[in-house]
C-alpha cells in the first residue's frame, strides 16, 4: 500500500497546482478497502471539479497520463453539477462506493447522498443480465482454449464482487470488507453456491492457474442465481 499512497499523493499534489480553485478527490475501491492487490487491481478515483471545460481538462492532461500509468486507470470525472444529479444515473456505482471509500481533498461528496432502491435494483438486473449474456458468449467463444477462458473468467471476478456488493446493500445487510465476505454473504442471501465464486475471486491475480470445466459450470449457475435472485426483488415504484 504505499506505492499507492505515493502514487495518490503525487497526483493530488499536481492537482492542487492545476485546479488552484478547489476540487473534491475521493478514493475506492480496493484500495480503500484494504484490498489492493499489486500487479492486478487498479486504483480507484473519483474526481469532481466545478466546471469541467476543455480548459480544465486541458490543464490535468499529463497529471492524468501519469496517474494512468501508475495506476492503470483513469479517474472518474464529474463537474460539480452532475454529480449532484448522479445518483440515479449511477446508482450501482455509488451506493458501493459509499461502503468504503476516502475523502482526499475537499467536502465529502457522498455525504448525504441517497441511491433511490428503484434504481439500484433495475442497476443489479441489467448488470448482472448482461455479465451472465457476457460469461456465456466467453465460453462459448473460448471454450476449447483453456488458458483465454481462464483470462477470460479472471478479468469477470472483480465486477461480480461489485455486484453482490450492490446486492447486499439493496437488501440492507452489512457488507464485509473482504471479497470472501461478500461472497459469502451474497450466497446466503441469494442462493447461489459460494465455492464457485470463490475458485475464480481466489485466483484473480494467478496467472498459473487454469480453470476447468466445473469451474466454469458453477461459476455461470451462481451468476444466473444471482441474477434470477434480482429479478424477483421488489422495491416498489420510483417516485
Known sequence: MKDVERHIERLVTALDGAWPGGYVAVLFG???RGEYIPGWSD???LLIS???TLEALRVVREPLRRWREAA???PLLFSATEWSRSADAYPLEIAEMRTSYRTLRGKDPLAGSEV???DLRAALEREFRGKLMRLRQGYALY???PAELTEFLRHSASSVLLLCRGLLILQGREVPATAHGVIAA???LAGFDRQAIERVADRRADGAWRCGEEDVRGYLAAVERAASFVDHIQT???T
Do not use: K
Open 116 to 118: 433511490h432502491p428503484a
Open 186 to 188: 451474497g450466497a446466503d
Open 43 to 45: 486504483i480507484n478515483v
Open 50 to 52: 466545478p466546471e469541467l
Open 30 to 32: 480496493s484500495a480503500a
Open 236 to 238: 416498489g415504484v420510483r
Open 72 to 74: 492503470e486507470a483513469l
Open 143 to 145: 471454450g476449447e482454449a
